[in-house]
């Protein structure tokens, strides 16, 4: 496999519901991003991760917790989700030099009902 | 902070003629432009980038963008629009430090009629 995978590609889940959204990437890359896009709004970049430390946390609510057990994988764990949180949740991956272009996983589509 | 917009969030244009797609970025360092694109239900796909070198840069699909910097714009362009163009297109810079955060832009739709 190549580029950036995501699974699951769809999930539902309730409000008490504890569910992971996991991502690899096999570009050899040494960042990975969470990014959140709602309808009508611009992506939102919610975690970066350069050589497995986060390195940036954009005032994400707590109930989102990611996790980059090494270079490839980066997963982002969901607990007691809002209605709100709905939305399509892209993962990225690249290079952590500035300048470089990021590649895309193909998201998950979260409904939270 | 690095901001990006794009003007008009809907496009339409006919099959065959000119695609112009604006956008106009903030930035307080030499900046790092970048053109994706998103069909539906699918992640970001690269079109193109700018990194400093030509002014001019062609990318996939026919595409190319043009880095003006007394404009602070870095528009797409694409003279000949085909039906498979249909798709959302954004805009980013790539922040300085940090590693390589890219802020996008709020997308532009391009419809494409026959």
């Known amino acids: 496999e190549t580029g950036v995978t995501q699974t699951p590609r769809h999930l539902v889940m309730g409000m008490t519901n504890k569910k992971s959204l996991k991502c690899e990437q096999h570009l050899g890359h040494n960042a990975m991003y969470w990014y959140k896009q709602s309808a009508k709004k611009p992506l939102e970049l919610m975690f970066v991760y350069s050589l497995e430390e986060r390195v940036e946390n954009n005032s994400v609510p707590s109930r989102f917790s990611p996790e980059c057990p090494n270079s490839s994988h980066l997963f982002l764990h969901l607990h007691t989700l809002q209605p709100e949180d709905s939305a399509l949740y892209l993962c990225a991956s690249s290079q952590r030099d500035r300048g470089t272009e990021a590649f895309f996983g193909q998201g998950t589509r979260l409904t939270v009902v | 902070a690095q901001s990006v917009t794009q003007l008009g969030s809907h496009v339409s244009v006919s099959e065959g003629a000119l695609v112009l797609l604006r956008c106009n970025y903030s930035?307080?360092?030499?900046?790092?432009l970048f053109w994706y694109v998103q069909y539906p239900n699918q992640g970001l796909q690269l079109l193109l980038k700018y990194t400093s070198a030509a002014t001019l840069v062609k990318g996939i699909n026919g595409f190319e963008a043009e880095f003006k910097k007394s404009e602070t714009s870095f528009h797409l362009t694409k003279p000949s629009a085909h039906m498979s163009d249909a798709a959302e297109y954004f805009c980013a810079v790539s922040e300085p430090g940090g590693g390589n955060k890219l802020t996008f832009g709020t997308g532009t739709q391009l419809k494409v009629e026959l």
């Open positions: 930035s307080s360092v030499p900046p790092y």
